[in-house]
C-alpha cells in the first residue's frame, strides 16, 4: 500500500513539472520575440531537466533523492521566472505599441481681475475662440454642454485683445495655443486665470493629399520613425502640443545602420495641406502628431512610417530608471532652463533632469538651435547604448516595461518591434548610429499659426534639406 501511495506521489510530481514546464515553453513561445532555433533549444533544455527530474525521481536512495530534488528546483525557478518574464513582456507589447490616441485640451480663461471664478459664471456670456480651419468645432458644442454661452471668432492676437479689452467676457483656447500667446504677450499669464478645462479624445488622423504619390522602400525592413519631444504643460502625454524636438529615426537592419536626422524646432516650412504663410515646424504639433509627421514628409520627399511622442516627463523617468547616462560636452555652462544643472565640459554623468536640461540647452551656445539638435542626438544616443548594453537593467526588468508603457505613444505595431527584437536576437548585430542635421539662417516672419506678428525663425537650406533626404534613402 505504502508501495503504491509513493508511487502515485511521484506521478504527481512528474506530471506536475511537465505541466509548469509547458506552461512555461507556450508563455515565452507567445512573446512572439525568440527566434526558432532559440525556441526549439528552450524547449530541450526543458525536455532535459525533466528527463533528469524524472530519472532521479524514480531511482532509490537518499543522494537520489537530493539529486531530484535540486533538479526540480531548478525547473520550478526557471519556469517561474520565464512564466513572469513572458507575462510582463506580453503585457507590455500588447498595451505599448499601437496606442496613438492625442487628447486636445481646451482651457476657459478670464481676467484675473474679472468677477468670474468658475464656469457656470459665464452664463449667457459671450467667449471668444479662435476661427482655425485646422480645428473641429466639436469642442464648442462640448464646451456647451457645460453651460449656455454666445460664441465669437477671432485670430489668435484679437483673441487675447478682445478679453483685455473686455469685449468678450472669457475665451475658449485648445492648450497648445497658451505657449504662442505666452511668447507674444508676456503679460499673458499674470493677467489671466484659467477658470475650466475639458478634453476631447481622437486618435490621430492623417491628411490625405492625392497628389502625393507612394514612395517605395529600397529595403523591406527598413522603417523611418518620427520622434517628437513634446513641451506640453499638460501632464498627459496625450496632450496635443508643440513639437520642441523633432527627428527622424532610420532604421536599416540590412546595414545595421541606425541614422538620427534633427530638425530645428523653429524651421520655417509650409504645413501640410495649408497654403500661403509658412510656419515653424514647432507649431505643427499644436494640430496633432501626424501635421508635423506629414510637414516632414514634404519638407523632405519621403515616407514616415511611423511615429513616437515622448514628454520631457518621461524623458526624465527613463533616464532615472536606468541610472543615468555619460554625456562628453564640448563646454561648460549653467543650463538656461534649470539653473540648478551646471555642466562640466567633458564627460558628465547625468540623471533624468540633468539630462533633460542638457538636451533642451541652446542659449549657451553661439549656434543655439543646431547646438541644441546635437545634444538631443547625443542623449538618444547614451540612452541607447546604456540600455542595450547595461546587463544590470535585466534585474530591473518589470519596472521598466512598467515605466516605458506609460512614457510615449506610438502608431508602430506590436508585430514590427518583435521582428526587429528576435533580428536582434538572431544576428546579434552591432549597430552603428549616424547622426546629421539640416541647418538654415535666422530670419523674422509672419507665420501660419500666428499672422499679424513676425516671429523668430530658421529659413531652411535646401542644401542641407537635400542632402540629408539623399542620405535617409540611401537606407530606406
Known amino acids: 500500500m505504502k508501495i503504491k501511495k509513493n508511487r502515485i506521489i511521484k506521478l504527481v510530481i512528474a506530471t506536475a513539472m511537465i505541466v509548469l514546464s509547458f506552461v512555461c515553453f507556450y508563455s515565452v513561445k507567445n512573446m512572439d520575440i525568440l527566434p526558432n532555433k532559440y525556441l526549439t533549444g528552450f524547449a530541450t533544455i526543458l525536455f532535459i531537466i525533466n528527463l533528469f527530474g524524472l530519472v532521479f525521481l524514480v531511482m532509490k536512495g537518499v543522494l537520489n533523492k537530493i539529486f531530484c530534488s535540486i533538479v526540480y528546483l531548478i525547473l520550478v525557478f526557471v519556469s517561474i521566472v520565464g512564466i513572469k518574464y513572458s507575462k510582463s513582456t506580453i503585457d507590455y507589447l500588447n498595451t505599448a505599441f499601437n496606442n496613438n490616441k492625442e487628447i486636445n485640451t481646451y482651457d476657459v480663461i478670464v481676467l484675473k481681475s ?14 471668444g475662440y479662435i476661427l482655425s480651419e485646422m480645428e473641429d468645432e466639436k469642442y464648442l458644442k462640448k464646451l456647451e454642454e457645460t ?36 511668447e507674444q504677450f508676456s503679460d499673458f499669464s499674470s493677467k489671466t486665470n484659467i477658470i475650466y478645462t475639458y478634453t476631447m479624445e481622437e486618435e490621430t488622423v492623417e491628411i490625405v493629399d492625392n497628389n502625393q504619390s507612394e514612395k517605395p522602400k529600397n529595403y523591406e525592413n527598413s522603417i523611418n520613425i518620427y ?20 527627428i527622424i529615426i532610420t532604421i536599416n537592419p ?34 496633432g502628431i501626424n501635421m508635423s509627421k506629414q510637414t516632414i514628409e514634404d519638407l523632405f520627399d519621403i515616407n514616415i512610417d511611423y511615429t513616437v511622442k515622448v514628454g520631457f516627463n518621461g524623458v526624465i523617468q527613463l533616464i532615472d530608471l536606468i541610472d543615468g547616462i555619460d554625456i562628453d560636452s564640448d563646454s561648460s555652462f549653467t543650463c538656461y532652463t534649470n539653473s540648478s544643472v551646471y555642466v562640466n565640459k567633458g564627460w558628465n554623468h547625468f540623471n533624468g533632469t540633468q539630462a533633460l536640461a542638457y538636451a533642451r540647452e541652446r542659449y549657451a551656445y553661439v549656434d543655439g538651435d543646431r547646438h541644441r539638435g546635437a545634444n538631443q542626438q547625443q542623449v538618444i544616443e547614451a540612452t541607447f547604448t546604456k540600455i542595450s548594453k547595461d546587463k544590470s537593467l535585466l534585474l530591473k526588468y518589470d519596472s521598466l516595461l512598467n515605466a516605458l508603457g506609460s512614457l510615449y505613444i506610438t502608431d508602430i505595431p506590436k508585430d514590427v518591434i518583435t521582428n526587429l527584437i528576435k533580428y536582434q536576437i538572431d544576428k546579434m548585430p552591432s549597430w552603428k548610429i549616424e547622426s546629421q542635421a539640416v541647418d538654415g539662417y535666422n530670419s523674422s516672419k509672419q507665420t501660419y499659426s500666428m499672422p499679424g506678428s513676425e516671429l523668430y525663425v530658421m529659413e531652411p537650406d535646401y542644401n542641407s534639406v537635400n542632402k540629408a533626404a539623399n542620405r535617409i534613402i540611401e537606407l530606406y
Open 227 to 246: 520622434l517628437s519631444g513634446s513641451d506640453s504643460r499638460s501632464n498627459y502625454i496625450e496632450s496635443v502640443s508643440r513639437s520642441d524636438v523633432n
Open 147 to 182: 453651460v449656455d454661452v454666445d460664441f465669437k471668432s477671432f485670430s489668435i492676437f484679437k483673441l487675447y485683445e478682445n478679453l483685455l479689452d473686455e469685449k468678450v467676457d472669457a475665451i475658449l483656447i485648445n492648450e497648445g495655443y497658451i505657449d504662442l500667446l505666452e
Open 254 to 287: 540590412d546595414k545595421n545602420i541606425i541614422l538620427l536626422t534633427n530638425i530645428p524646432r523653429d524651421y520655417y516650412v509650409q504645413l501640410h495641406g495649408t497654403t500661403g504663410l509658412r510656419d515653424k515646424l514647432t507649431h505643427a504639433g499644436i494640430y
Open 114 to 127: 474679472s468677477k468670474y471664478e468658475k464656469i457656470e459664471d459665464l452664463k449667457n456670456k459671450t467667449v
